[in-house]
């Protein structure tokens, strides 16, 4: 069967997780899978539809879809939906204890076996468990460094044994001890290697004239219970003397954990090696510089004198390959280094995992409480580890730690004490499906554990349905090959049944499949099977003609709204709900959102366009273009009005001039203007500010009469008179009001006021036809 491309796979399981969950997408129709093989690749929500009469015969449905729609358009039960699962195969439960007769039946890791069985994109988990049971065996090696800058260390150990083994009993009742040394590779530049230096490199030393040869690494005491053993030792060794600062202890620590039968490491304890030194050590690269270009191949170099052989013969190990090591022999690195060196080592820790760094005093009296220190700190934490993990697996881990919280993404605990359980989490994830039939295993281990959870993986990438298949199968006209549903045709046949035969009479049938001479066949959007079109479904709609050349969903849109979501697609045309125009459907012919407070549509500033208001007036704007800062207000519009009705409210009711200027207006005439006593300024209408002063020049406008100047004392008696009867008038509006004449300041709450302006303060509102006799009177002596 085809495959899909592994890398067009992950692109869909990364970019589409989500797509079969959206509104209106669906990638497993999208996929045009062929296959119930292909479909199963696609994404994990998809099914394969193996039922033979699925569809109908004018459309190709797709067998490749949603379970539930599968279900819905008849498939029944009749689809393939396989989902990954996880199997225990062993599970024995977590000891209390570590130290009894019977030590291998110790367990600190449950499960010790689960079977996985993925499918691509779909996660099955498991839950484990580790715990640091009490009372569990102890195996610690002592690793020295003896280079001439160690002789008071030296000293200061020598009854370490016995220390160290009473503390210890107070953490197990199994605890061994063993003890090896080393300086560095002797050969140049790195040792003296001068004939005079070869018996005693530290001849011409002042200081210390005495001490042995240098040497690589020297395995000098097995893992015993015998303390006094191991102090014995230590009482026999000397230092010597390299000729370099580095020294080579990166060599020893590699033979301490793979020489696993000469230094004694037991299977059913836990494994420390204490690492002490006052410097730095040499790396991989570094013994290019006595020409030794060979890598270090991580294998045991120990003669029967338990020398290390290698050492002039290969380079220094990488800290890759030390951490390999070291993991897979399950030993925790316990560097003692002095101050000046910490972070360096401290360093080393990150890259090399179950390791641990304190700081050793320049004599190393403190190395005892140093030793427990790092015990204790290796017993409180646990992490896990991964072993073989094939490639296209991808691990997820949730842990949680004594506080009973769960933290996603982390595979550690520290803070725990002996005897707390860690639980793990552990999703597994298959990326793609490997091209053969085959079952991959991996391992989890806790660091610094010789417990560990065997995992096998086996993928579920193959349909049930097709082993059965039926080759020249009648349901294919005996023409093909029967598969999950589907109908594989043999060589020079087609259809859907294998029912038409190809060659160039068939010419003729595929032009029955165009909707005109050169176009594509079925509008390349079916398939032209025996002079007929099947239209593909799509993941966006229906598509449907004879030529498959419509659909209900290439129509214009809003917003990326199909018909701006108020009507049908019908083969490319948007068909409008009720209320609604437009290409697209989306012009409402409703006005009523237009309608501002007044009642009037668009405040009489504009018009309604699809149910929004577009301002017209000049300054307009706002949803019902309500705000106008610069639009005449409604007393300026009134004005003409109003002053026509009060100038010739004596004339006939049907004067042409106010007809004309109040055709459009509702003037409402009352008798009493009700201003408050403590308006300083009189107003003709509250709202149309008409200021005396501005009564007063329209008066003195309609009389034919010009304000008097300061300049000016006095005049004729027709002037005289004019100023009379306006003040007469004034003194009816406003009466009693003072007539003085002056100019006032402005002041808080009040604007200046302009010289010859009138001053009053109004004691009783003055009745309309009081005015309207002032204007009369006016009106008769202008005509004189």
């Keep these: 069967?085809?495959?899909?491309?592994?890398?067009?796979?992950?692109?869909?399981?990364?970019?589409?997780?989500?797509?079969?969950?959206?509104?209106?997408?669906?990638?497993?129709?999208?996929?045009?899978?062929?296959?119930?093989?292909?479909?199963?690749?696609?994404?994990?929500?998809?099914?394969?539809?193996?039922?033979?009469?699925?569809?109908?015969?004018?459309?190709?449905?797709?067998?490749?879809?949603?379970?539930?729609?599968?279900?819905?358009?008849g498939c029944g039960v009749e689809f393939e939906s396989p989902a990954s699962s996880t199997q225990v195969l062993r599970s024995l439960p977590l000891s209390s204890k570590g130290s009894s007769p019977a030590g291998s039946d110790v367990i600190q890791l449950t499960p010790q076996e689960v079977t996985v069985t993925l499918r691509p994109g779909d996660r099955t988990a498991f839950q484990l468990q580790v715990r640091q049971v009490e009372d569990y065996p102890v195996d610690l090696y002592y690793l020295m460094d003896l280079s001439l800058s160690m002789k008071d260390d030296l000293e200061n150990i020598r009854s370490l044994g016995t220390k160290l083994a009473e503390e210890m009993r107070k953490l197990t009742s199994n605890f061994r001890l063993g003890f090896g040394s080393f300086v560095d590779k002797n050969i140049s530049p790195f040792s003296y290697t001068a004939p005079r230096y070869q018996t005693n490199p530290c001849i011409g030393y002042k200081l210390f004239p005495n001490c042995v040869p240098s040497f690589g690494f020297r395995h000098l005491l097995p893992l015993t219970d015998r303390v006094d053993s191991f102090n014995e030792e230590v009482r026999k060794q000397r230092v010597s003397r390299n000729r370099d600062a580095p020294e080579g202890g990166f060599d020893a620590v590699l033979q301490a954990a793979v020489c696993k039968e000469k230094i004694g490491w037991r299977k059913d304890a836990l494994h420390l090696l204490v690492f002490t030194t006052d410097d730095v050590p040499h790396i991989a690269l570094d013994g290019k510089l006595g020409g030794l270009v060979q890598p270090h191949d991580g294998q045991c170099h120990l003669n029967e004198a338990n020398e290390y052989t290698a050492s002039n013969q290969m380079d220094y190990p990488s800290l890759a390959l030390l951490g390999e090591k070291l993991a897979e022999n399950n030993i925790n690195l316990i560097f003692a280094v002095t101050k000046n060196h910490y972070m360096l080592y401290k360093n080393f820790t990150a890259l090399i995992p179950g390791t641990t760094v304190e700081i050793l005093h320049g004599d190393s009296k403190n190395i005892l409480q140093l030793i427990i220190?790092?015990?204790?700190?290796?017993?409180?934490?646990?992490?896990?580890?991964?072993?073989?993990?094939?490639?296209?697996?991808?691990?997820?881990?949730?842990?949680?730690?004594?506080?009973?919280?769960?933290?996603?993404?982390?595979?550690?605990?520290?803070?725990?004490?002996?005897?707390?359980?860690?639980?793990?989490?552990?999703?597994?994830?298959?990326?793609?499906?490997?091209?053969?039939?085959?079952?991959?295993?991996?391992?989890?281990?806790?660091?610094?554990?010789?417990?560990?959870?065997?995992?096998?993986?086996?993928?579920?990438?193959?349909?049930?349905?097709?082993?059965?298949?039926?080759?020249?199968?009648?349901?294919?006209?005996?023409?093909?090959?029967?598969?999950?549903?589907?109908?594989?045709?043999?060589?020079?046949?087609?259809?859907?049944?294998?029912?038409?035969?190809?060659?160039?009479?068939?010419?003729?049938?595929?032009?029955?499949?165009?909707?005109?001479?050169?176009?594509?066949?079925?509008?390349?959007?079916?398939?032209?099977?025996?002079?007929?079109?099947?239209?593909?479904?799509?993941?966006?709609?229906?598509?449907?003609?004879?030529?498959?050349?419509?659909?209900?969903?290439?129509?214009?849109?809003?917003?990326?709204?199909?018909?701006?979501?108020?009507?049908?697609?019908?083969?490319?045309?948007?068909?409008?709900?009720?209320?609604?125009?437009?290409?697209?459907c989306n012009c409402s012919t409703d006005i009523s959102t237009c309608q501002a407070r007044d009642g009037h549509i668009c405040s009489d500033r504009g018009h309604c366009v699809c149910g929004q208001c577009q301002c017209t007036e000049p300054g307009a704007f706002g949803e019902t273009c309500e705000k106008c800062p610069t639009c005449p207000d409604a007393c300026s519009t009134k004005r003409d009005c109003v002053e026509c009705l009060l100038l010739h409210s004596g004339s006939s009711a049907d004067n042409q001039t106010c007809q004309n200027l109040c055709k459009d207006e509702v003037i409402t005439r009352v008798d009493t203007i009700g201003f408050k006593p403590s308006v300083q300024k009189a107003y003709l209408h509250a709202h149309c500010g008409f200021h005396l002063q501005q009564v007063q020049q329209i008066l003195q406008w309609h009389s034919g009469l010009t304000a008097p100047s300061p300049q000016r004392a006095g005049g004729g008696e027709l002037s005289s008179q004019r100023l009379t009867r306006s003040g007469q008038l004034l003194g009816l509006i406003a009466a009693p009001c003072s007539t003085e004449r002056r100019d006032l300041p402005a002041s808080p709450g009040r604007e200046p006021v302009q010289e010859g302006a009138w001053l009053c303060r109004l004691a009783t509102p003055p009745s309309l036809a009081a005015v309207l006799s002032a204007l009369l009177s006016t009106s008769s002596l202008s005509s004189q």
């Design 373 to 584: 220190n790092a015990y204790n700190s290796i017993r409180s934490k646990v992490e896990l580890s991964v072993w073989d993990q094939p490639e296209d697996l991808n691990l997820f881990f949730t842990a949680t730690c004594q506080d009973g919280v769960s933290y996603p993404g982390q595979r550690k605990c520290e803070g725990l004490k002996i005897g707390d359980t860690a639980s793990f989490e552990v999703s597994v994830e298959a990326r793609s499906c490997p091209s053969k039939h085959v079952q991959h295993t991996f391992t989890l281990r806790p660091v610094g554990f010789r417990d560990s959870l065997e995992v096998g993986v086996t993928y579920n990438c193959r349909c049930g349905c097709s082993a059965g298949l039926e080759p020249d199968s009648a349901r294919c006209s005996s023409n093909g090959t029967y598969v999950c549903g589907l109908c594989e045709c043999n060589p020079g046949y087609l259809g859907t049944r294998c029912e038409c035969q190809e060659g160039e009479s068939q010419s003729g049938y595929q032009n029955l499949c165009r909707e005109a001479e050169g176009k594509p066949l079925c509008s390349g959007r079916g398939q032209c099977s025996c002079n007929q079109c099947s239209c593909f479904e799509s993941e966006f709609g229906k598509i449907y003609g004879s030529f498959c050349e419509c659909d209900n969903f290439s129509c214009a849109r809003n917003k990326g709204v199909l018909c701006s979501g108020h009507g049908e697609c019908h083969c490319g045309e948007c068909k409008c709900h009720a209320g609604y125009i437009g290409d697209n």
């Design 1 to 73: 069967m085809p495959r899909a491309p592994a890398l067009l796979f992950s692109c869909l399981l990364g970019l589409c997780a989500l797509v079969p969950r959206l509104p209106g997408l669906n990638i497993c129709t999208s996929g045009s899978a062929t296959s119930c093989e292909e479909c199963l690749l696609i994404h994990p929500k998809c099914a394969w539809c193996f039922k033979e009469d699925f569809g109908s015969l004018r459309s190709v449905t797709s067998r490749c879809d949603l379970k539930a729609n599968l279900i819905r358009n």
